[in-house]
């Protein structure tokens, strides 16, 4: 079988990730999009889908959630948890690609440029449901970040 180029976006579900500890608390989507986003791409990594298809581009919303802070402790973690994982998480969130949707926290695209690199940082805005000065808030903010231009 040939190892076709292909785009697969992930976006989460607004279901605060089935947990009533989110949904019931009006944090679906302050909290429960992030924690999807994560929990997603990493049923992605410990399935080994990066390392299996390095030609399948894999992009992240929100940053990939919380998965810029965590690299160390998903590789220090990986031996007694999911020892079966076909390689680091450390490499292959790097495998990965995430859109820019931060809601304009500089702090978390540095963190995310520093982890996975600024060149596997795509523009996102989060456009229909962030719109009017939200969505021009989304792009400025890359450019004050503190990222260097290129």
Same mark, same amino acid.
């Given at each position: 079988?040939?190892?076709?180029?292909?785009? /697969?976006?992930?976006?989460?579900?607004? @279901?605060?990730?089935?947990? *009533?500890?989110? &949904?019931? !608390?009006?944090?679906?989507?302050? =909290?429960?999009?992030?924690?999807?986003? &994560?929990?997603?791409?990493?049923?992605?990594?410990?399935?080994?889908?990066?390392?299996?298809?390095?030609?399948?581009? =894999? %992009?992240? $919303?929100?940053?990939?959630?919380? /998965?810029?802070?965590?690299? #160390?402790?998903?590789?220090?973690?990986?031996?007694? @948890?999911?020892?079966?994982?076909?390689?680091? *998480?450390?490499?292959? =969130?790097? #495998?990965?690609?995430?859109?820019?949707? $931060?809601?304009?926290?500089?702090?978390?695209?540095?963190?995310?440029?520093?982890?996975?690199?600024?060149?596997?940082?795509? %523009?996102? &805005?989060?456009?229909?449901?962030?719109?009017?000065? &939200?969505?021009?808030?989304? =792009?400025? !903010?890359?450019?004050?970040?503190?990222?260097? *231009?290129?």
């Amino acid at each position: 079988m040939k190892d076709h180029r292909a785009v /697969l976006y992930v976006h989460p579900a607004g @279901e605060g990730a089935a947990s *009533p500890l989110i &949904t019931d !608390h009006g944090m679906r989507w302050m =909290v429960g999009a992030p924690v999807e986003d &994560t929990v997603a791409m990493m049923h992605l990594i410990l399935a080994g889908i990066p390392a299996r298809h390095p030609r399948l581009r =894999v %992009l992240a $919303s929100h940053l990939g959630g919380v /998965l810029p802070l965590l690299p #160390r402790r998903l590789d220090d973690h990986l031996a007694f @948890e999911s020892p079966s994982t076909p390689e680091l *998480p450390s490499v292959a =969130v790097r #495998r990965l690609w995430y859109d820019t949707v $931060s809601h304009a926290h500089s702090p978390a695209l540095v963190a995310a440029a520093a982890t996975s690199g600024a060149d596997r940082l795509v %523009l996102g &805005t989060d456009y229909p449901y962030e719109d009017g000065d &939200t969505f021009l808030r989304a =792009v400025d !903010h890359i450019t004050r970040s503190g990222l260097a *231009p290129s």
